[in-house]
């Protein structure tokens, strides 16, 4: 069983790492920003609103994402393991998951923390050339991961979960790096 959550700031390649792993593992990816541009896709309730936050940079409100993942986490498919790639983004939203894991008895094994230079992070998006992958909309989304998500690495630090990933070195190499996390979930968390 499988329970992990990536952290990291945009462009650092959680979404493709978490793709690989969830076949390897076979336990589904959970993007909540896959499961969003789906929803503005589709011009749903959910999709209308949260378009501008999200061509703009700026995370989508909490009340809309805490239902969603709550919704997420509770059905069948995901009972025996998941891959969360984009949640929790705030302090707000990593409280809410720690209640939630509580209550339908699930435990997330480790928090992987891909850690990319700035520099490298900005070329990757602008290669990527999402909707949302515009010079202006990236580096607002780079100033909100700073303010908002960074310190989930403190909190998940303290809580003994974190696992930090060099993700600047090739695809496979942070794959090799990830399976080896998820084959020992137990050793070599980052205990400073
Ligand atoms: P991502 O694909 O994870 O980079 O997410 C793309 C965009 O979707 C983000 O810039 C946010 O606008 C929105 N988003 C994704 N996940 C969340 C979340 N957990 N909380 C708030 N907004 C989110």
Known sequence: MTRLIFLGPPGAGKGTQAKVLSERCKVPHISTGDILRAAVKAETTLGQKAEGYMSAGELVPDDLMLDLIGER???EDTAHGWLL????????QAEFLTA??????QRCDSVINLEVP???LVSRMLERGRADDKEDVIRNRLEVYRAQTEPLIAFYQAQGLLRSVDGN????NVTDALRAIVDK????????
């Open 85 to 92: 790639d984009g949640f929790p983004r705030n302090v707000e």
């Open 100 to 105: 939630l894991l509580d209550e339908i008895e």
């Open 73 to 75: 986490l509770s059905s």
């Open 169 to 172: 070195q090739a695809l496979s």
């Open 185 to 192: 979930p137990d050793v070599n968390a980052t205990a400073d």
């Open 118 to 120: 700035d520099d490298v």
